[in-house]
């Protein structure tokens, strides 16, 4: 018999010295095998427990840190309230974790969705409540430019925000926000029943692909929106009960490749919309509900590829739509109508398809009618009878 290559040892016969000295050495090995292996769970354990504590002295610190800031921020003088501001914005920059990231944005979005006092004017009588009012103002524009920075910056690296919620509902947006080629890859981003009354707020050549982003109920009154080169890719963007009664939102140039984008019940009073050079190829854009009555909309020059464009109960009754240009696919090569005008109704404004290319959009001829209204302009071949 063989054991750990030793032959079974004789108990009637004497160990000789090479023997024993060789149990002796095994002996020893397994001593220090066993000795090892215990000091590295030792060492494993106190590695955990540092990093424990570790994390528990972090918490600790960011907790008397946000305090502190969060105190600022209720302060009555502005400049400390400003203070609290960048404070609140480091914070999150060096959270942790990502909830404690988190709840430093909810603060500042908290802080957005407060009510404010109007500007009084710069009326004499008024003017400390009008510089007064002009420093809060500059802490709320201050809160919204942070936002924008952060979420250019690519996901994972330090000071990038992307994938996180932010819930700006009710906000009034009256200044410059910037979120040029920002990425929305996650999270939820909610502009619900914000009010757009002046300034500029870029998105172009921003990317969104995945998670929601809310313009539901919104209310763009002034200034100008730009989605100019964005791109749509995945995820749900609601501009749903949105109301359009002035200033400029413009989705020129950009893709539509994936997604939703819905326009559900959203009114055209005033003001001007763009989709002109716009790409749809992939997605769904819907605007069924929606109301034409004063806006106008230009999809001049736009491609339409795949995807589906639904304008089914669309109310164009005022304003201008503008579909110049607009090149829609060939039926005899299109699996499916990409773009459908069913229960459309055209009751007054003018609507343009001047010089549009391929085939007439599902619906449209019969929702227009015939004779077809002098302010309805289409190409001659889809008033042809197909032989």
Not at 81 to 102: E, F, I, K, N
Request: a negative charge.
């Amino acid at each position: 018999m063989y054991l750990l290559d030793f032959q079974e040892i004789d108990s009637t016969a004497k160990l000789d010295a090479k023997t024993l000295f060789d149990l002796v050495k095994l002996s020893f090995g397994v001593v220090a095998g066993a000795g090892a292996l215990v000091a590295l769970v030792v060492a494993y354990r106190r590695q955990r427990v540092d990093e424990a504590g570790a994390h528990r002295e972090a918490t600790r610190l960011h907790t008397e840190r946000f305090s502190q800031a969060v105190d600022k921020l209720g302060s009555d003088s502005p400049a400390v309230r400003l203070g609290g501001v960048h404070a609140l914005a480091g914070l999150a920059d060096d959270a942790p974790d990502d909830s404690l990231r988190q709840t430093c944005i909810d603060v500042l979005c908290a802080y957005l969705q407060l009510p404010f006092t109007p500007d009084p004017g710069d009326d004499p009588a008024h003017q400390e409540e009008h510089h007064r009012y002009l420093a809060l103002r500059k802490v709320r524009h201050t809160i919204l430019r942070l936002i924008g920075d952060h979420y250019r910056r690519p996901k994972g690296t330090h000071r990038s925000w992307q994938g996180c919620d932010l819930d700006l509902t009710g906000v009034t947006i009256d200044g410059s926000m910037n979120f040029r080629g920002a990425v929305f890859s996650g999270g939820e981003v909610s502009f619900g029943s914000a009010t757009f009354s002046g300034g500029e707020v870029f998105f172009e050549d921003a990317t969104f692909s995945g998670g929601m982003m809310r313009f539901t109920g919104a209310r763009f009154s002034g200034g100008a929106v730009y989605f100019g080169g964005a791109t749509f890719s995945g995820g749900d963007v609601s501009f749903d009960d949105a109301i359009f009664s002035d200033g400029t939102v413009a989705f020129s140039g950009a893709t539509f490749s994936g997604g939703t984008m819905g326009f559900t019940g959203a009114r055209f009073s005033g003001g001007t919309v763009y989709f002109a050079d716009a790409t749809f190829s992939g997605g769904t854009l819907y605007l069924g509900g929606a109301v034409f009555s004063g806006s106008e909309v230009h999809f001049n020059e736009a491609r339409f590829s795949d995807g589906e464009v639904d304008f089914g109960g669309t109310v164009f009754s005022g304003g201008e739509v503008h579909f110049d240009e607009a090149k829609f696919p060939d039926v005899d090569v299109s699996f499916s109508d990409p773009v459908s005008f069913g229960g459309a109704v055209f009751s007054g404004g003018e609507v343009s398809f001047d010089r549009a290319e391929g085939s007439a959009p599902s619906g449209l001829i019969a929702a227009i009618g015939t004779p077809v209204p002098a302010t309805v302009t289409l190409p001659a071949v889809w008033l042809t009878p197909i032989p």
